[in-house]
T-cell receptor, first 113, second 111 residues
Framework: DGGITQSPKYLFRKEGQNVTLSCEQN?????MYWYRQDPGQGLRLIYY???????QKGDIAEGYSVSREKKESFPLTVTSAQKNPTAFYLC????????????FGDGTRLSIL | SQKIEQNSEALNIQEGKTATLTCNYTNYSPAYLQWYRQDPGRGPVFLLL???NEKEKRKERLKVTFDTTLKQSLFHITASQPADSATYLC??????????WGAGTKLIIKP
């Protein structure tokens, strides 16, 4: 079945550590997105990519980095510069045309040790 | 600033009744609006899209309306069932067609 796979489901970060969240899709979608979800707030866009080897900052990119070396993969690194990383992270993909729905993975919950 | 508001309090509905959820926005002229369902610990799942030139959209027991004058969308679930219990998110497309998300409304359908 086609879909988006995020791993791990749960992740713990130590002080000063970088951690990488995995996102893989087999939907052949061009666009991919990373969101952060905090209680009582809407999803906030961290980074997005419309095409391989290109990505753009979203509203809250500080302390995060991404790469898009393959169409299927869009990993997110939460760096030590992100001082409040505890959140639920969601990856999504979308077919190229505007108005198409976004397809989401089941998220990674990141906590601080 | 641009803002999207959904009822922050949970909505409790008796099974079989119609549930109505509200999404209000300010400082936008969105090209379209989408509704998603999110279950605990899962990613959102797309339900319906309605464009700015459409008044109403239906899909099975779901109905969405879009009033660009009131800057409001209503999401209805008719003949509600306990399995409809979830958090429902609305999202609007900004001028760059990026989605701006509401915080969601938790719907609880009581048997």
């Amino acid at each position: 079945d086609g879909g988006i796979t995020q791993s791990p489901k749960y992740l713990f970060r130590k002080e000063g550590q970088n951690v990488t969240l995995s996102c893989e899709q087999n939907l052949n979608h061009d666009a991919m997105y990373w969101y952060r979800q905090d209680p009582g707030q809407g999803l906030r866009l961290i980074y997005y990519s419309q095409i391989v080897n290109d990505f753009q900052k979203g509203d809250i990119a500080e302390g995060y980095s991404v790469s898009r070396e393959k169409k299927e993969s869009f990993p997110l690194t939460v760096t030590s510069a992100q001082k409040n990383p505890t959140a639920f992270y969601l990856c999504a993909s979308k077919a190229g045309r505007d108005g198409q729905p976004q397809h989401f993975g089941d998220g990674t919950r990141l906590s601080i040790l | 600033s641009q803002k999207i508001e959904q009822n922050s309090e949970a909505l409790n509905i008796q099974e079989g009744k119609t549930a109505t959820l509200t999404c209000n926005y300010t400082n936008y002229s969105p090209a379209y609006l989408q509704w998603y369902r999110q279950d605990p610990g899962r990613g959102p799942v797309f339900l319906l899209l309605i464009r700015e030139n459409e008044k109403e959209k239906r899909k099975e027991r779901l109905k969405v309306t879009f009033d660009t004058t009131l800057k409001q969308s209503l999401f209805h679930i008719t003949a509600s069932q306990p399995a409809d219990s979830a958090t429902y998110l609305c999202a609007l497309a900004d001028s760059n067609y990026q989605l701006i998300w509401g915080a969601g409304t938790k719907l609880i359908i009581k048997p």
